[in-house]
């Protein structure tokens, strides 16, 4: 687990593109600056894109990071 926290904290500050499933059923693309993550012991790490709204890695798809 501590390798795989590793790696996630390797993207603070990363440009990167995710799409994910509104509630409403529609497929929506975000991008930007990868600003936060939040670490939970019972739950699936969250991170925030321009310290806007967080999302679970587990609920995203195609999760890219822009070279």
């Known amino acids: 687990m501590a390798v795989s926290n590793t790696n996630l904290l390797e993207l603070l500050g990363k440009q990167v593109s995710f799409s994910w499933l509104g509630a409403d059923g529609v497929t929506y693309n975000s991008e930007g600056e990868l600003t936060?993550?939040?670490f939970h012991l019972h739950?699936?790490?969250e991170f925030a894109v321009d310290k806007g709204d967080y999302f679970s890695f587990d609920e995203?798809?195609?999760f890219q990071v822009a070279q």
């Open 60 to 62: 995203v798809q195609s």
């Open 36 to 38: 936060s993550i939040v």
């Open 43 to 45: 739950a699936t790490s």
